[in-house]
């Protein structure tokens, strides 16, 4: 296992497991955060905060969109992770970067092919374990939602899932999603917008799949902003675990991030104790 495994109030804890245990696999259903999340943020000792940062990275669309997003990136993103920095003050920062980022991705000639060819990077991996939490859910038929903030949306999410063999029935995907021309190029982005801070906003009984989970109430959150608690938000569930992902400046966040989430994964740790957790309520 890697990354150190915190626990807020472990009696707390139990007692929730137990709860979910006795509904067993019929009664849960997952809602987890994609990047930084279900994905590694260091990939060989550089930080991948996102799918979109390949199209960054990697030399993709018009040679001056890098140099634009990347200044709009550490502009916003220092926003973004300062802990400091009011809710509401966040909340407009982040609507106005995904904002302008789409529109510099619109400009700056985004086709779908570019996407097809951003979530094949090796710069992109799932964490250790994915793949056998993807399957454990898979083979009990447990709804597995992922809400994502993700700028390139709902078509990089499921191809990435697709190439890892990961893309089954159970699984939902709520995210942005662009508008393509004929010629498969980006010409504008449904609204509303998802970002990092208004997830709260995008109810599951808006989507057609909250049938799959309207009576799985309980259900386990996972995500690596201290705000993607709020995804849960609008749900009526009856007993919740909340794991959060701290992948750095452990120390200045740490204290927050055990107020929120019951169980901390420190330093871009791998799903050892997710399948474990999984293991312990389902089949024990």
Do not use: C
Request: charged letters at 30%; aromatic letters at 10%; proline letters at 2%.
């Amino acid at each position: 296992m890697t990354g150190d495994i915190i626990i807020s109030n472990s009696q707390r804890l139990e007692s929730i497991k137990r709860a979910i245990s006795i509904g067993g696999a019929e009664k849960l259903h997952v809602l987890s955060d994609f990047d930084r999340t279900l994905t590694k943020m260091f990939v060989a000792g550089e930080e991948v905060p996102s799918i979109i940062s390949v199209l960054r990275s990697e030399g993709y669309l018009t040679p001056d969109y890098p140099d634009k997003a990347k200044e709009l990136f550490n502009y916003y993103h220092a926003i973004e992770i300062d802990p400091s920095v009011p809710h509401a003050e966040k909340r407009e920062a982040m609507r106005q970067w995904w904002s302008r980022h789409f529109d510099l991705l619109i400009a700056s000639g985004l086709r779908k092919k570019d996407v097809e060819r951003a979530i094949t990077s090796q710069r992109l991996q799932l964490r250790s374990g994915v793949a056998q939490f993807f399957e454990f859910l898979r083979e009990r038929d447990i709804p597995l939602v992922i809400m994502s903030s993700s700028g390139l949306g709902v078509e990089s999410i499921s191809l990435y899932l697709k190439r890892q063999n990961l893309l089954s029935d159970n699984v939902y995907i709520v995210s942005n999603e662009f508008i393509w021309d004929d010629a498969g190029r980006a010409i504008a982005v449904r609204e509303p917008i998802i970002h990092a801070f208004n997830k709260e906003e995008t109810v599951l009984d808006n989507f057609s799949f909250y049938d799959k989970v309207k009576e799985r109430k309980n259900v386990l959150l996972l995500g690596d902003g201290s705000d993607d608690v709020e995804m849960i938000t609008g749900f009526n569930y009856d007993n919740l675990i909340k794991v959060g992902f701290l992948n750095k400046n452990i120390e200045e966040n740490l204290q927050l991030y055990r107020e929120k989430f019951d169980a901390v994964i420190t330093g871009d740790g791998d799903f050892d104790f997710i399948n474990d957790l999984l293991i312990k309520i389902i089949l024990k």
